[in-house]
């Protein structure tokens, strides 16, 4: 079974960046696409963005686009999400998930394996 690993998550003020890891633990990502998606207290998970493991294409929420980049390493081991521009707004728990059905649709119940979350707390 496949296992998500994040790590990168923290403290950071507002303005600043964070860059975030999803690591493939035992193989490589052999999915149609692996996500980012993120939890705030009493809030619901929210997608923030995914790449599409065939031709790269990569997709954002409305909240991400213009300061968030999701990528994924050649080797499918590993997909990163730079966070630039950061606001109060996106503190929350990050989390890695992987998808198997070939449908662009990224709502989370879709996803199949989730990583167990890294903390981005950003202060004002």
């Known amino acids: 079974q496949a296992q998500l690993v994040e790590s990168g998550g923290g403290l950071v003020q507002a303005g600043g960046s964070l860059r975030l890891s999803c690591a493939f633990s035992?193989?490589?990502?052999?999915?149609?696409?692996t996500g980012w998606f993120r939890q705030a207290p009493g809030k619901e998970r929210d997608f923030v963005a995914a790449?599409?493991?065939?031709?790269?294409?990569?997709y954002y929420a409305d909240s991400a686009k213009g300061r968030f980049t999701i990528s994924g390493d050649n080797a499918k081991t590993t997909v990163t999400l730079q966070m630039n521009n950061l606001k109060p707004e996106d503190t929350a728990v990050y989390y890695c998930a992987d998808k198997k059905d070939p449908i662009p649709s990224w709502r989370a119940s879709e996803f199949d394996y989730w990583g167990q979350g890294t903390q981005v707390t950003v202060s004002s």
């Open positions: 790449i599409r493991w065939s031709g790269g294409r990569t």
């Open positions: 035992g193989g490589t990502f052999s999915s149609y696409a």
